[in-house]
């Protein structure tokens, strides 16, 4: 009897997994087709890199969050910076269509390395570099490591200092060495495309999320098995990296224009912003009352302006 429950066991598991592998490839598949690339692909020393270019005048990089794409720029954004710039968005490796460097998680350094070579190809020596949230931590290490490869930096709502609380069970499970792969598989086959609408309405808050945000954004695409893994290896590891970097943020030069709002409860001001305006000299922080973690949605018109003090103070315009 035990040997017979113990094959029909073993048969059911292999059921769920073949269903789990099937359905989470037709999910990827239909993500995929619904949102494809925007942009074009560039080759980084074989590496492939989208980016979506947009406008005409001095370059600016934008740089997306965590679980993201560059598609969060371009729903609005980086249309209106394209009036007076060159835009270029760039999705970050293991997210939107930059594949995975490696399998062990791209660090905030690495990804810097990649992305500036990527803009160096496009012609863009010296851009301002804007970056939200995780994107805000990865232009931080560009403007560390690669100090002539800028020429000014716009952090919205950055991550840029160490924090104190502990990883949330979600990434201590998807960032597991084995339990990882098997929890990105059932997410992907098994959770709809609602729920990171629901979670983005968090991210959002005490805003709104803007009418068809998320049919722009393509939530399908978070949700594929490479990209959950791989956001889950940065998200567990930025907090041990920011702790490396963050002691050499009085190395930074270049004009650096800090917004951040004062309602945001994913990436604390005090925590982060505050600290950073107070490391680099020169910094001027921006603080947005009401506002939360989506800074580029909730005050387009102050980011905008941010980048023109950016462009201008680095003698851009």
Known sequence: MALKAGLWLALALALLAAATLWRARAHEARAEARWP???R?????????HVREMGAGPPIVLIHGASGNLRDFTFSLAERLAARYRVI???????????????????????????MRAAGK??????????????????????VHHPDRLAGLVPLAAASNPWESDLSLYY?????????????????????????????????????????????FGPGLTLRR?????????????????????????????????????????VGLSIHS?????????????????????????????????????AARAGLR
């Not at 760039?90 to 992305?115: N, V």
């Not at 702790?243 to 994913?266: F, K, M, Q, S, W």
């Not at 001027?284 to 950016?310: Q, Y």
């Open 226 to 266: 490479a990209t959950l893994r791989e956001n889950a290896l940065q998200r567990a590891a930025i907090n041990a990296e920011i702790r490396d970097l963050h002691t050499r943020y009085g190395a930074i030069e270049v004009p650096v224009e800090i917004l951040h709002g004062d309602a945001d409860t994913t």
């Open 41 to 49: 692909i560039v080759a980084v020393e074989g590496h492939p890199v």
């Open 274 to 310: 505050e600290p950073l305006a107070e490391q680099i000299e020169g910094a001027r922080l921006t603080v947005l009352e009401g506002v939360g973690h989506m800074p580029h949605h909730a005050d387009e018109d102050a980011v905008v302006a941010a980048v023109d003090r950016a």
């Open 89 to 115: 968005a760039l999705d970050r490796p293991g997210l939107g269509y930059t594949p995975r460097l490696g399998e062990g998680g791209a660090s905030i350094t690495a990804q810097a390395g990649l992305l």
């Open 122 to 143: 496009l012609g863009a020596e010296r851009p301002i570099l804007l970056g939200h949230s995780y994107g805000g931590a990865v232009a931080l290490a560009w403007a």
């Open 172 to 216: 201590r499970l998807t960032s597991h060495p084995w339990l990882g792969p098997v929890a990105a598989a059932l997410i992907s086959a098994w959770v709809p495309d609602r729920v990171v609408e629901e979670a983005v309405a968090e991210v959002f808050a005490p805003q709104p999320v803007p009418e068809s945000y998320a049919a722009h």
């Open 37 to 39: 690339p925007s942009g």
